[in-house]
């Protein structure tokens, strides 16, 4: 855990930041004034690791490390002072796309460095990939990332259960994470440059007429 922690460490303050930006764009779509910008980038960045420790009964990462809730803010500033066009938008979801994947190792091992099943660490590294996006739609009045036919929580799922088989099977903290990430930002990358999806219902859906 130590090696992959070190590895990681600036990639989670970066993918912190990353998550908070995307709060403080969703509140800049609504025009909302920069506390509230503030407010929606610290829950984005922050509200996946948060349910994370307490399903796992951790101590909160944030509480005695204020400087990921300071990321978070800085993030949301730079949104109000440089606004969101197009080209800053394309660059952030790529952005996006390596905190999601260095979420969803970062949350698994914190949960198997812990104790916690293999399977349960699985669904923490999705979880703290995760919640932060649903919390920001909900607080956005958007549709959220689960209602969504994109590959994204399937990206997680992918990178956290990678990580956590290749370190079942004895390889080493530093490449099961490596490999966990590189799986997650693959398959999510396929899904932004080739509009990747996964096969919806082939039943008829609600409220549609033959």
């Known amino acids: 855990m130590d090696a992959l922690a070190t590895a990681f460490v600036w990639l989670d303050y970066?993918?912190?930041?990353?998550?908070?930006?995307?709060?403080?764009?969703?509140?800049?779509?609504?025009?909302?004034?920069?506390?509230?910008?503030?407010?929606?980038?610290?829950?984005t960045g922050v509200g996946g690791g948060t349910m994370r420790d307490?399903?796992?009964?951790?101590?909160?990462?944030?509480?005695?490390?204020?400087?990921?809730?300071?990321?978070?803010?800085?993030?949301?500033?730079?949104?109000?002072?440089?606004?969101?066009?197009?080209a800053r938008m394309k660059v952030l979801l790529w952005l996006d796309a390596l905190g999601m994947a260095a979420y969803s190792v970062v949350g698994a091992a914190k949960a198997i460095s812990l104790g916690v099943m293999p399977f349960s660490a699985v669904v923490m590294g999705v979880l703290t990939a995760c919640f932060g996006g649903i919390i920001r739609d909900v607080l956005a009045g958007e549709?959220?990332?689960?209602?969504r036919r994109e590959i994204y929580v399937t990206c997680a799922l992918i990178g956290a259960g990678v990580y956590v088989v290749l370190y079942m099977l004895g390889v080493r903290d530093m490449w099961s994470?490596?490999?966990?990430?590189?799986?997650?930002?693959?398959?999510?990358?396929?899904?932004?440059?080739?509009?990747?999806?996964?096969?919806?219902?082939?039943?008829?859906?609600?409220?549609r007429t033959n």
Do not use: E, N
């Open 14 to 43: 970066a993918a912190v930041a990353v998550f908070g930006a995307t709060g403080a764009l969703a509140a800049a779509q609504r025009k909302h004034d920069i506390v509230t910008f503030c407010f929606f980038a610290a829950v």
């Open 54 to 86: 307490l399903f796992i009964d951790a101590p909160v990462f944030w509480v005695q490390r204020p400087d990921y809730i300071i990321a978070c803010i800085m993030a949301a500033i730079a949104v109000w002072v440089f606004g969101a066009g197009d």
């Open 143 to 147: 549709p959220s990332i689960l209602l």
């Open 177 to 207: 994470g490596l490999g966990g990430f590189a799986a997650a930002f693959v398959v999510r990358a396929g899904a932004i440059a080739r509009g990747w999806m996964l096969p919806a219902f082939p039943g008829r859906g609600r409220g």
